[in-house]
C-alpha cells in the first residue's frame, strides 16, 4: 500500500483496515469487483441432506479440474475470504467460476 494512502488516514483520525485488489479500471474496476462476489453470495444455496457440504450454485453441473499458478490461486484465495460470510463460505475456485462465467457473458456465441 502506498505510504501517501497511510498518512492521509491518519490525517483524517481514519484507519485503513483493508486493500482492495487490483480488478482494473480504479472505482468501476472495484464497483465490478463488489457486483460479482454479492452477485455469487445470492446465487450459492445450501446442499441437500445429512452432508450437504458447501453451498454452490445450482446451475453449476460441471466440476473440471483447471489448472492454475501458485500466484492465481493465492489471489484467488484472498478474493475467497473477502466473499465468504458467516454461516456461507465461498471458495477458490467458485470466485475463478464466477470470474470466467462473467467474462464469456460478454463474448458472443458466434
Do not use: C, Y
Not at 18 to 25: A, I, N
Amino acid at each position: 500500500m502506498a505510504r501517501n494512502i497511510e498518512r492521509i488516514a491518519e490525517g483524517l483520525g481514519a484507519q485503513v483496515v483493508s486493500q482492495v485488489p487490483g480488478v482494473g479500471g480504479g472505482a468501476f474496476g472495484a464497483a465490478r469487483l463488489a457486483r460479482l462476489m454479492e452477485s455469487l453470495q445470492a446465487r450459492l444455496v445450501p446442499g441437500q441432506g445429512k452432508r450437504a457440504g458447501r453451498p454452490s450454485d445450482a446451475s453449476w453441473v460441471r466440476h473440471p479440474k483447471v489448472p492454475i499458478s501458485e500466484a492465481t490461486g493465492r489471489r484467488l484465495s484472498l478474493l475467497a475470504e473477502r466473499a465468504s460470510r458467516s454461516g456461507r463460505k465461498v471458495s477458490p475456485m467458485q470466485i475463478a467460476a464466477q470470474i470466467l462465467e462473467d467474462a464469456l457473458a460478454g463474448v458472443p456465441e458466434h
